[in-house]
């Protein structure tokens, strides 16, 4: 079974810093996708940036940008010039791309980021 | 239209009633989520329509009913409910299941449900 783990329960950055959020999986599978999700306080989720785990370019997505190091099941997103509506739990999720798996996501603990002035 | 939508935004409900939740979407999605999120916690999948069959129910107690009437539209009926079932219930939607491609599942804003 997969698992994803996200270390930092909180993270804090000023507003026009960069933070980096982590997140680790743990998987057998060679083939799979990646994600970033936001769930602001008004609870709705939204999909930040998304990887396929055979592209070695890491994704981009406006001031979002992730490492993906396949090798080392790492997935770390990074935010730069932080705003104040950034302000929210980031989810780490997984998928597998293996036929029958449903789409499946696999989800982190999550990551509350503040953005402070 | 790639809106996922939630109907009621709040419910609260005594132990002994019968509630339903309602979830629309209309980007054509054939694939349908029900979630389960307690605060501070990820969402733990429930149950996973493809085609307005159920294809997953992960182990979930019988007193949460899902049911899939067409393929825009996801309800979750509820009945005899315990004060651990309050939460937030989400549902999403992706294009269809055993997809080769990202597949994401787009999000709807959830229903805060109360069970008292």
């Known amino acids: 079974a997969q698992t994803v783990t996200q270390s930092q329960p909180e993270m804090s950055v000023q507003e026009a810093e960069t933070v980096t959020l982590s997140c680790t999986y743990d998987?057998?599978?060679?083939?799979?996708?990646l994600f970033w999700y936001k769930q602001p306080p008004s609870r709705q989720m939204i999909l930040v940036i998304r990887?396929?785990?055979?592209?070695?370019q890491n994704a981009t997505e406006n001031r979002f940008s992730v490492n993906f190091q396949k090798a080392a099941k790492s997935f770390s997103l990074k935010i730069s010039d932080s705003q104040l509506g950034d302000a929210a739990m980031y989810f780490c999720?997984?998928?597998?791309?293996?036929?029958?798996?449903?789409?499946?996501?696999?989800f982190g603990t999550g990551t509350r980021l503040q953005v402070t002035l | 239209d790639t809106e996922v939508t939630q109907t009621p935004k709040h419910l609260v409900m005594g132990m002994t009633n019968k509630k339903s939740l309602k979830c629309e979407q209309h980007?054509?999605?054939?694939?349908m989520y029900w979630y389960k999120q307690k605060a501070k916690k990820p969402p733990e999948l429930m149950f996973v329509?493809?085609?307005?069959?159920?294809?997953i129910n992960e182990s979930v107690p019988s007193r949460f009913s899902p049911e899939c009437p067409n393929s825009s539209l996801l309800n979750l009926h509820l009945h005899a409910l315990q004060p651990e079932d309050s939460a937030l219930y989400l549902c999403?939607?992706?294009?269809?299941?055993?997809?080769?491609?990202?597949?994401?599942?787009?999000f709807g804003p959830g229903t805060r449900l109360t069970v008292l």
């Open positions: 998987t057998s599978e060679s083939d799979y996708y």
């Open positions: 329509y493809s085609y307005e069959k159920l294809s």
């Open positions: 990887q396929e785990a055979y592209k070695q």
């Open positions: 980007m054509g999605h054939r694939a």
């Open positions: 999720a997984y998928r597998s791309a293996r036929s029958g798996t449903a789409s499946k996501l696999t």
């Open positions: 999403a939607s992706s294009r269809r299941l055993g997809l080769d491609t990202y597949n994401e599942q787009f």
